[in-house]
Nanobody
């Protein structure tokens, strides 16, 4: 499966942004999906994940209550709704898919899209 992330941009603190991930090549319903981010000089960080059905989701404490992941198996897309953005959310965001169950570990996802840059100004 090929993934294409989009929707990044420059926003101000407190703004919202919605990232999209379009999948092609194979049906999306067999894959768990996740969003990771990587800020300059930092390791890649898990920010949201959804099971293959989209029925189970998980967020780390840093984004819980502000970010929401969704998965549309009919249209082969996933999205990350980000609300109340903070400067520390600035990073390149990646969508990823994998055959295993929902996981916070990047190595469990075999398919990655190109990142999309999110910049949050203070």
């Amino acid at each position: 499966v090929q993934l294409q992330a989009s929707g990044g941009g420059l926003v101000q603190t407190g703004d919202s942004l919605r990232l999209s991930c379009a999948a092609s090549g194979r049906a999306f319903d067999g894959y768990a999906v996740a969003w990771f981010r990587q800020a300059p000089g930092k390791e890649r960080e898990f920010v949201a994940g959804a099971s293959w059905s989209g029925g189970s989701t998980y967020y780390p404490e840093s984004v819980r209550g502000r970010f929401r992941i969704s998965k549309d198996n009919i249209n082969n897309t996933a999205a990350l709704q980000m609300n109340n953005l903070r400067p520390e959310d600035t990073a390149v965001y990646y969508c990823a898919a994998g055959h295993s169950d929902l996981s916070t570990q990047a190595r469990r996802y075999g398919y990655w899209g190109r990142g999309t840059l999110v910049t949050v100004s203070s």
